[in-house]
């Protein structure tokens, strides 16, 4: 999962009780059993239980079966007490960044910094599983991107370019406008969504301030305490009180919202590369009308595009069949596993090995996001994967931004108090 849209930003959790697909929940050793524990969003769920049949017919010696989880909150507190209560599957799937922080990876994982697939990890994605200097997980599937969809046959009527610059983009939303199209689009119906423009900021935020995680995790510095943070504020506020957004964004939903783009109602939608993928599937006949491209900041020279790595495969610290559980993960970071997994669950960014490429039949919006890991210094991990502080209740407090109940400066405000608690849980110097 990339990082799917539940655990990129911790909106309501699934409410499905955890189903075993088939075997058993528990990774019980004798007869070779083994339990692979994914979440249950169903193109998760038809991509491990591929991967577990082909694993399974290229040996002898292990069964994999699949279990399911719920996503969100629900599902990050069953990872959790499964830990605790040592009732953990011998191979499983859960968020890298600052959530796998929260688990205790030292306690409860199984360091794997001497298999052989580290040695080709993305440079970016090592530090969003490791603890101590040590590697504790695996890749699963590709990353994706914050970012801005557009609608390509607009852009090529209009003959707009890409925009490198947000007054550029600015001036790409009115032009769009102007003929008769929503320059962009929001969709505070689910209200996870309000928080692109913020979080899909962070690389013009670091390519201003490279220090600003490691001052931000130090309590040194905060979003309303430095321009370049503040700006994704100010832009929230900007588009929500212009003339070019769509009406009904206080209420429209976020399938609502990749409609109406991938019909060219809309010029642009700020959200996550994953929608790509859902309009392949739900819509094929639209998605090669979509492009994709980094949200632009104040400086062309630094343009470069926000990405949220994919989530980890983990084995638990009391594993039952650890050999298993290390080769199914070799497996899945082959190129043949990856090919596996991308025909039931399409990538929506690049793999995060280094020796495996996108599938040439991906959509373009896909395709877009390479350039940007093709160029040196475009890419930056998002806040959470440097950083383990990271608030609850941003997308509330932007709802409130972007419905004109509060301004720019107190919004982020609000989320620098909204973050201490969490700083606070975990220990953190200097709160």
Not at 189 to 206: E, I, M
Not at 213 to 240: K, M, S, W
Not at 251 to 260: E, R
């Amino acid at each position: 999962m990339f990082m799917n849209r539940r655990s990129f930003l911790g909106a309501s959790a699934a409410a499905a009780s955890v189903i075993a697909i088939t075997g058993c929940s528990r990774g019980g050793g004798g007869g070779g059993g083994v339990t692979f524990l994914i979440d249950n969003d169903p193109s998760a769920v038809a991509g491990a239980e591929a991967l577990t049949e082909a694993f399974n017919s290229s040996q002898e010696e292990y069964t994999f079966s699949v279990d399911t989880r719920p996503g969100g909150t629900e599902g990050d507190n069953l990872v959790k007490t499964r830990l605790s209560t040592q009732d953990m599957p011998d191979v499983f799937v859960y968020n890298s960044g600052s959530l796998f922080q929260a688990i205790r990876p030292t306690q409860n994982l199984t360091d794997l910094s001497d298999q052989p697939w580290v040695s080709r990890l993305q440079e970016s994605f090592v530090p969003a599983v490791s603890a101590e200097d040590k590697v504790y997980g695996a890749p699963y599937g590709g990353a994706s991107a914050g970012g801005i969809m557009y609608h390509r046959p607009t852009y090529e009527k209009l003959g707009l370019e890409i925009p490198r610059t947000w007054d550029d983009f600015i001036a790409n939303c009115q032009a769009a406008h102007a003929e008769g199209v929503t320059g962009i689009i929001q969709s505070f119906g689910d209200t996870w969504t309000s928080q692109l423009l913020v979080l899909g900021d962070f690389h013009n935020v670091a390519a201003n301030n490279p220090d600003f995680a490691e001052q931000y995790t130090a309590h040194q510095i905060g979003f309303a305490t430095d321009p370049n943070a503040l700006r994704g504020f100010e832009h929230t506020a900007e588009v929500c009180s212009s003339d070019f957004i769509n009406e009904d964004y206080v209420s429209a939903t976020y399938q609502q919202a990749i409609g109406y783009v991938a019909a060219g109602e809309g010029a642009h939608y700020p959200i996550l590369s994953s929608a790509v993928a859902e309009i392949a599937a739900s819509t094929p006949d639209l998605v090669e009308d979509l492009g994709f491209f980094a949200i632009p900041g104040e400086d062309a020279a630094k343009n470069g595009l926000t990405i949220w790595l994919p989530s980890g495969m983990y084995v638990p610290a009391f594993a039952e069949n650890p050999d298993a559980a290390l080769a199914f993960i070799e497996f899945v970071t082959s190129q043949e596993g990856l090919d596996i997994l991308a025909a039931e669950a399409p990538p929506t960014g690049p793999y995060m090995v280094t020796d495996v490429d996108l599938p040439a039949e991906v959509p373009t919006a896909t395709k877009d996001l390479q350039v940007y890991f093709d160029t040196e210094g475009a890419t930056t991990p998002a806040l959470e994967f440097l950083s383990p502080i990271k608030g609850p209740n941003l997308e509330n407090i932007l709802i409130e931004l972007g419905t004109g109940s509060i301004d720019a400066k107190t919004a982020a405000q609000n989320y620098d108090k909204d973050v201490e608690k969490q700083a606070q849980q975990l220990g953190l110097e200097g709160w």
